[in-house]
């Protein structure tokens, strides 16, 4: 942050006293609107029954495991005291021991046998059933779960299993299947002894509201069709997390229960189990409530929602009271304090450090820290109680550490908002010293400008306009490097020549060092008087008066260099040029003009002016780095000088004419800051490093390339949300879409910056309201290219420098479509993605359309970069019929 002053004035502490307790107490009150306290009827007394799986986290019965007479023990212990009965699974892997064990504690048990498709365990399951079966606290037998419903059995096979049973055991005999399986097969209910019923209105997509009607319809229906048998409900409940699932039609279903959905979290399996309770005992009915624990391992088949029916969580604690009020979130409080907490952080230190801020910014600072601070910590919240894998616990916290990095990128990018917006001007705001030129009028400005296979015609212009310049101490030496072709570089050498004894001409094959190194030959050649040295791009035409508004400021001599705007003059000539012309304009006018007030401008190396000794005394250009004009500002800031920015344009360049270049461009911009970073961030992070920059200038730097960063975060986040779309698309059922954690990243982020863009626009770029929503879409479509720039720049020590194409013909279709072809691979990924979760009937729930729109946002950047390649290329096809216009015409 900015160095503050060494005092608090009466608004600063007024707003520590005041407004900020305020802001924070309605964080919280909004926390507790959140999750108010849901009332419901209560249920007091003991449940009949409940379904018992011993499985606790890491176990999982398909994996062989045995379980213990212990951890057995310790289950009947705690079940005792809620339930009068339980029903088991299966009598493999030590649960034939359960009958005994509960015998201990007074519980009846209906002991069931596990029919799958492997027919050696049913074998072995039916005998240990068939000796269990006879403990006197076994009331009754169950022969499989769900097997014909898994269609592992048929149902004549599981008829043939059931009287396998019933020949040997004297006590009820029945399985467990759902309420629609035992109306589609009669033939099943006559060979039991009693209707052993699932009915768990939550897999139907009945909503929880009327899923306890449901629950007694299924009754009702059943008992119609088999009146002279005992029906016992088998499974019935409602799991804490999970999908939701959408609604599926029934006849004489209203229009509204149609729209409703099953929606599965704490209370609303508190309030059915609560309401259902309440009923059955009205109605008498036997039942076992699904289930005692929680089993993680199911959720593996089953999905999320597989392995949270328990009434106690895995680790043996009550999930819910069954009397009074219900908190889906117990501990909301503590997360709330947490994330109101860490926000007052930022808040404070801007308060302290941008004192001059109006108090409007102040609030508005205070209270978006706030909500992002809220948004993190709803997202991690939404996770509290779900049993994570190894996997799922780094997938976490990659989220989380990632939302932690965008939390601040969204900080700094607030930062310069509300410095546009609120900031009192301060004394750096400079302008031409046209009238001033006299302060320094000896100072001899020698002129380089580095050239590199150019059109001829370009350079003429650029020649032919600092010939007219008004300043009359200065030298012009234009230096070609490694040109090859000599019809090319030649013209160049000729034209110098004719301009007179002022303009020398060098060319350097082969030479070294690329641009940088052709500008430290120019340093060497550079007249021995001369004091300052200027850098212009190739395509620059500079005003007459650039050099004489500008080197007075040199009169003071700590002042390095000075930078003016890079501007283009080809900005109208076609839609794409338009829409880059202010996506460059963005920059100069907002960030370049907040840094200036810091002294933190970011060199570049057109337009600049750099104290000749200055330069030396750091070793000139620094030819291992892509952006060496960065890199030198850098460099001359450790060194202690101060610069100046003067938003003034005093020449012209032109843009990119295709978006292949227009993207090189920022890719060579990208990397050029992480290699700065990685050279220079002992000056920029550590505070006790020598020559380091000063605290505003350390943060002007880094929160400046914070943002390309989180770029390189959004194709992470993207790439995930490829993965685990497709995961969800081949899993339906086991798929878990974190939204939440999602939310705050894209949707959350995009909106702000979008936001944010078209304000900052409107304050300080004087364009058009349709100007600024094109330069936010040729921002929004170098996203994919920054962050391939960033990635690459943190794992690779180079890269060599290429230079940004000029008067270059325009693509055509093909030709424009194959510069953005991996973004139009990224774009198609996620809208089929989109399209198939959208269309997919397993995805109908509210949080899966989220997901969609989180897949959709996240494809905004690739399609804007393939519209505007289709806008580059459309120009050639609009321009292809009218006349030819020569080079030096066009560029004019």
Known sequence: MPDSKSYLNFRTVLFFLLVLPLIVGANIALWAAVNRPHQTESWVGEIVGLSYSPYRIGQDPFQGITIGPGQLDEDMSLLSTKVQAIRTYSTTNGLDAVPDIAKKYNLSVSVGAWIGSDKERNEEEIELLKKVAFRKNVVRVLVGNEAALRNEVTVPELIEYIRKVKNTVWKPVSTAEPWHLWLAHPELAREVDFIGVQILPYWEGVSVETAVDFVFARLKELKAAFPNKPIVITEVGWPSRGRIIPRRYYDGMSAEEANLEAVPSLVNQAGFLRVFLNRAKEEKLTYYVMEAFDQPWKSKDEGLAGGYWGIFNALRK?????????????????????????????????????????????????????????GIAWSGLSVTGIYLTHWEVALWTALFFSQGLLLIVLITEAVELVEVLWMRHGERQFKPLRNAAGDHPTAKVS?????????????????????????????????????????????????????????????????????????????????????????????????????????????????????????????????FKTMCYWEYAGFFHIGMVQRNNFNAVIQHGTMTLVRKTAL??????????????????????????????????FGKGLTPDTIGAYMSQRFRWAYGAVQILKRHWRAIFLPLESKRLTRAQSYYFFAGWLPWFADSLALLFTFASIGL??????????????????????????????????????????CSFLDSLGAAMAALSLTHTVAKAILSGLFTSGRPFFRTP?????????????????????????????AALFFNPEFYDKVSRLWVVVLLVQSSPYAASVFLSFVNAFVTRRDAGAELIPAADKAG
């Open 318 to 374: 009550p999930k819910f009271p069954l009397v009074g009020q219900l908190d889906e979130y117990a501990m909301w409080r503590i997360w709330a304090s947490v994330a109101a907490g860490l926000a007052l952080i930022p808040a404070v230190v801007f308060a302290l450090g941008r004192q001059q801020v109006r108090p409007v910014g102040q609030v508005f600072f205070a209270v978006l820290a706030q909500l992002a601070g809220s």
């Open 447 to 575: 002129v380089h400008v580095p050239i590199h296979n150019e059109p001829p015609d370009m350079v003429f212009e650029t020649l032919d306009a600092l010939s007219r310049l008004d300043y009359k101490n200065f030298e012009v030496l234009v230096i070609d490097n490694n040109t090859k072709d000599a019809a090319t570089w030649q013209p160049v050498e000729q034209r110098c020549a004719e301009l007179g004894p002022r303009f020398r001409f060098f060319h350097l094959d082969p030479w070294p060092g690329y641009k940088a190194g052709a500008l430290n030959f120019a340093i060497t050649q550079t007249a021995p008087d001369s004091e300052i040295i200027a850098v212009i791009d190739s395509d620059y035409k500079v005003e007459p008066d650039w050099l004489s508004s500008l080197v007075p400021y040199f009169a003071k001599p700590d002042v390095a260099f000075v930078q003016a705007p890079q501007d283009y003059r080809d900005g109208g000539e076609n839609r």
């Open 616 to 649: 030396q005394k750091v070793g000139g250009w620094a030819e291992w780095c892509i952006c060496e004009d960065a890199e030198l500002g850098v460099k001359l800031y450790r060194e202690g000088y101060d610069s100046v920015y003067v938003n003034v344009s």
């Open 725 to 766: 779309s497709i995961w969800a698309l081949m899993q339906p059922r086991a798929a878990f879409l974190p939204v939440a954690a999602f939310m705050i990243p894209t949707i959350g982020s995009f909106a702000f910056k979008f936001i944010r863009s078209l304000w900052l626009y409107a304050i300080r770029v004087h």
């Open 806 to 834: 000029k008067c270059e013909d325009k693509p055509a279709l093909a030709a424009a479509f194959l510069q953005v072809r991996e973004e139009a691979l990224m774009l198609v990924a996620l809208w089929s993605l989109a």
